[in-house]
């Protein structure tokens, strides 16, 4: 964790995190990593001699879309259906892969979509999508705007990854598991994260009101299903179902996702307030300027004193914060104790992932992997 002017506690997980764990688990991320990057690329190159041959100018898209993948990101979710798919006793290479790619361009459509509404300019030190093709519009002299034609263009990359990745996730049904069962959870995990979306999107609305403000559960709510489900347990769950592993088996896993992925997202909150723009890859803060109501904003106003309470709800209803008030508002999520209680949620999913996991029939190599996922976390800056 990047270290704070008032505390240097990092998530532990019951414990410090275990190094030889983490490195193991990062060097099978790595392995990982160049192995589905391979296969995206030779995907998208077979979709863009496609398209080329049938609409040149449509190749556009699907560059773009191969340029968004190529960037980097961490490939989590994809490496969690590998990973779980293996653990369960999964043998076919190819539907594992498919299935995992699925998922990863699953990713790459809601971050396209994600970007185009937070009005981004950068992901993963790259410029977005909605900005590459505004600034081809003004390079052009096109007429109209060129905020509209980029805007414009973005949706349909998401819209056509989006499509790419139910198409891989068919290609991914034909193994050893149910099917209709791995269909229905990939379903599940492309429209819960919209309907999370859309929560997080109106929780904020209630601080300029007279309406209570969101609760615990609503936040809990919104956070597994904008990320938590959609990151960590559906991906896992995938693997397993893929794998046909037994229900007691996917219900354990689940509750190991659902513990880990919780603390994924609060970390993502951590990192977008407090995180270093060049590990994190985008701008931090964001979450800030854009006045977002994480569970660091819902702790930090139920500690906070009165004065410190009304600036820093006036100041997220204002949005558009220059630096000095950014600064002001993390001194308060400091020493209210928001800070504080959000790195203790982190703490007591990763000690609740751990004692899920150890009613999980997985070989030690295979444990070892969500072990090391778990210190991996417990020591993550990005």
């Not at 859309?198 to 904008?226: H, N, Q």
């Amino acid at each position: 964790m990047p270290t704070l002017p008032t505390t240097d506690a990092a998530p532990s997980g019951s414990g410090a995190p275990d190094a030889t764990a983490e490195a193991s688990f990062r060097e099978a991320m790595d392995a990982f990593r160049l192995r589905v990057d391979g296969a995206l690329a030779r995907w998208i190159d077979t979709r863009r001699a496609e398209a080329e041959a049938e609409a040149p100018q449509s190749a556009e898209l699907t560059a773009e879309i191969g340029r968004l993948v190529a960037v980097g990101g961490k490939r989590l979710r994809p490496a969690l259906v590998d990973a779980a798919y293996r653990a369960c006793g999964g043998r076919s290479e190819e539907a594992g892969l498919a299935l995992a790619m699925a998922t990863e361009l699953l990713h790459t459509y809601l971050l396209i979509h994600d970007d185009i509404m937070d009005h981004a300019p950068v992901r993963r030190g790259e410029p977005t999508a909605h900005v590459v093709f505004a600034g081809r519009h003004r390079d052009n002299g096109w007429p109209g705007s060129a905020e509209d034609y980029g805007r414009s263009v973005a949706i349909l990359l998401g819209d056509l990854a989006h499509t790419w990745a139910v198409e891989l996730s068919r290609a991914g049904r034909a193994a050893e598991g149910d099917p209709e069962a791995v269909a229905a959870c990939f379903d599940a995990m492309s429209s819960e994260v919209i309907g999370g979306q859309f929560i997080e999107m109106s929780l904020p609305f209630r601080l300029g009101t007279s309406e209570p403000l969101p609760s615990e559960d609503e936040l809990l709510r919104a956070l597994r299903l904008k990320s938590g489900r959609y990151s960590v347990e559906r991906p896992l769950e995938l693997g397993a179902l893929l794998a046909g592993a037994p229900a007691q088996t996917v219900e354990r896993l689940k509750r190991y996702g659902e513990a880990v992925g919780d603390a994924f997202q609060l970390q993502d909150d951590f990192l977008g307030t407090f995180g270093e723009e060049a590990a994190v890859g985008k701008p931090v803060a964001s979450d800030l300027e854009e006045g977002k109501y994480t569970f660091l904003v819902h702790h930090t106003l139920a500690g906070a004193a009165p004065d410190e309470r009304r600036w820093l709800q006036d100041a997220l209803v204002r949005g558009g914060l220059g630096a000095e008030e950014i600064e002001r508002a993390r001194r308060i999520i400091r020493t209210s104790g928001g800070l504080d209680a959000v790195l203790a949620m982190i703490d007591s999913r990763l000690a609740r992932g751990r004692e899920a996991l150890a009613g999980l029939p997985f070989s030690a190599e295979h444990r070892a992997f969500f072990l090391g996922l778990i210190d991996y976390l417990a020591g993550r800056d990005r």
